[in-house]
């Protein structure tokens, strides 16, 4: 069933892509697309600027909450049936908005975006302010402005009447920033929607570098790992004795040794060290990432605790990695002992065939517009997002929000200039889409 529908989906991609080969020019509908989009712009700003001034820090339950709000009037009055799903209370996440058109008969479209930012009600990063061309605020770039441009687009699409044949799901995840445990709740919503979906579209941000537009039609998947390695504590002048070993420090070196010439080398594929804490006296807080270590020169370390990041571009790739480092750690030195723990959170986007003959079709969206064409983004240019729980199961591309920089930092920006661009390309993405459908 799923090769089936796979098989219908890539052949409405395929014939929208031939439909607009060598098109120059929008047809009548689309003109009136991109001309309600322009003269719709200076809403969409105010929107942003709305949203941006709720802080919705991961961890502010009651302003994602809020901002979630906001958007829901937007989706109810789009005429989309909306709902709030709350989680369990031991999560300590807001929950999600999810919103629902499942008349039609066009391809399925899933949208995503996300409420919350990194930025917390207590750090000094909290409003929206315009210098020309530039919008500055927290989550103005990831993804206020995606979370716009999703809704502007619907709305392009309503006011020239071209909505009511395209079945379409919004969902707004409230834990984008930081996913709450277990990832089989938090993201259950997104991995049914990818189900139901023959098409996902994720909203981050967008790319443009070297005076070009790219297409995302993959991203690489987050992992952490938990390494504890032991060794035996005695006097400094008995190390590297046979009845003593050379400690727990000198062996998390040998390990992290061998994982950078082993496990090392394949495109793509990635590993972080973010903390290492050794000594005599180690806590380690891994939610907070942070703790306190305690050791003496003439003392034999006997415990060191990592945390660190795997990131890859397919299952697989991920499953050899794993493979390596579970055992060179298992090959441990006398005195020693060691354990790894790989807790998976972001699976991969794969760069799917159906991703990319979807970014032909933007691509030609994009020349039509005056833009050029879109070059396929190297993967190892984006960390991992929602949009990954749904592209299993659908054709996905992502990056289709406005263009930014500084996101996660108080410096982050928006270029106000490229949101109705951002708006135009999602709208005849869409009705492309669906005009395919309806003459295949």
């Known amino acids: 069933m799923k090769h089936s529908r796979?098989?219908?989906?890539?052949?409405?991609?395929?014939?929208?892509?031939?439909?607009?080969?060598?098109?120059?020019?929008?047809?009548?509908?689309?003109?009136?697309?991109?001309?309600?989009?322009?003269?719709?712009?200076?809403?969409?700003?105010?929107?942003?600027?709305?949203?941006?001034?709720?802080?919705?820090?991961?961890?502010?339950?009651?302003?994602?909450?809020?901002?979630?709000?906001?958007?829901?009037?937007?989706?109810?009055?789009?005429?989309?049936?909306?709902?709030?799903?709350?989680?369990?209370?031991?999560?300590?996440?807001?929950?999600?908005?999810?919103?629902?058109?499942?008349?039609?008969?066009?391809?399925?479209?899933?949208?995503?975006?996300?409420?919350?930012t990194v930025f917390e009600s207590d750090e000094g990063f909290q409003s929206f302010r315009r210098e020309g061309n530039l919008a500055h605020g927290p989550g103005v770039d990831d993804m206020k402005s995606g979370n716009a441009v999703i809704i502007y687009a619907l709305k392009a699409l309503r006011?020239?009447?071209?909505?009511?044949?395209?079945?379409?799901?919004?969902?707004?995840?409230?834990?984008?920033?930081?996913?709450?445990?277990?990832?089989?709740?938090?993201?259950?919503?997104?991995?049914?929607?990818?189900?139901?979906?023959?098409?996902?579209?994720?909203?981050?941000?967008?790319?443009?570098?070297?005076?070009?537009?790219?297409?995302?039609?993959?991203?690489?998947?987050?992992s952490n790992w938990y390494l504890e390695v032991s060794g035996k504590q005695a006097h400094s002048s008995q190390i590297f004795n046979d009845d003593i070993g050379h400690g727990a420090i000198f062996e998390a070196a040998r390990i992290l040794h061998q994982f950078n010439t082993e496990v090392r080398g394949e495109e793509y594929l990635t590993f972080n060290v973010g903390t290492i804490q050794g000594g005599t006296d180690v806590t380690y807080a891994f939610e907070e990432n942070r703790g306190t270590t305690f050791g003496k020169t003439n003392v034999v370390p006997n415990k060191v605790i990592m945390h660190g990041d795997l990131r890859g571009l397919s299952r697989e790739q991920i499953e050899r990695a794993e493979a390596k480092m579970r055992a060179i750690v298992a090959d441990v030195s006398p005195h020693t002992s060691a354990t790894i723990e790989i807790e998976h959170r972001y699976p991969p986007m794969a760069p799917s065939a159906g991703n990319k003959r979807l970014a032909s079709l933007l691509s030609q969206i994009n020349e039509d517009l005056g833009r050029g064409p879109?070059?396929?983004?190297?993967?190892?240019?984006?960390?991992?997002?929602?949009?990954?729980?749904?592209?299993?199961?659908?054709?996905?591309?992502?990056?289709?929000?406005?263009?930014?920089?500084?996101?996660?930092?108080?410096?982050?920006?928006?270029?106000?200039?490229?949101?109705?661009?951002?708006?135009?390309?999602a709208a005849l993405l869409l009705y492309r889409l669906s005009k395919s459908d309806s003459a295949h």
């Open 6 to 116: 796979i098989s219908r989906v890539a052949g409405l991609i395929l014939f929208a892509v031939a439909a607009c080969a060598g098109a120059s020019e929008l047809d009548p509908v689309e003109q009136q697309i991109a001309d309600w989009v322009d003269d719709n712009a200076g809403t969409a700003m105010e929107l942003i600027e709305r949203s941006v001034n709720i802080n919705s820090g991961t961890s502010n339950l009651a302003g994602v909450r809020e901002v979630g709000a906001l958007y829901r009037e937007e989706l109810d009055a789009l005429g989309l049936e909306t709902e709030w799903v709350d989680m369990p209370e031991e999560m300590q996440r807001a929950g999600h908005l999810i919103g629902r058109k499942t008349s039609g008969t066009a391809a399925k479209v899933l949208l995503i975006g996300h409420l919350d």
């Open 159 to 222: 006011e020239n009447g071209v909505l009511d044949d395209i079945p379409v799901t919004v969902i707004l995840t409230g834990d984008e920033e930081n996913a709450g445990s277990p990832l089989s709740v938090s993201k259950r919503d997104l991995v049914e929607a990818g189900k139901w979906a023959d098409v996902a579209l994720g909203f981050e941000d967008g790319t443009n570098y070297d005076g070009k537009d790219w297409a995302t039609i993959a991203r690489r998947s987050s």
């Open 374 to 425: 879109m070059p396929l983004l190297d993967p190892s240019r984006r960390g991992a997002a929602d949009i990954s729980f749904a592209a299993p199961y659908a054709d996905s591309l992502a990056g289709l929000g406005a263009l930014g920089k500084g996101a996660h930092t108080p410096n982050e920006s928006l270029q106000i200039d490229s949101v109705p661009v951002a708006i135009k390309r």
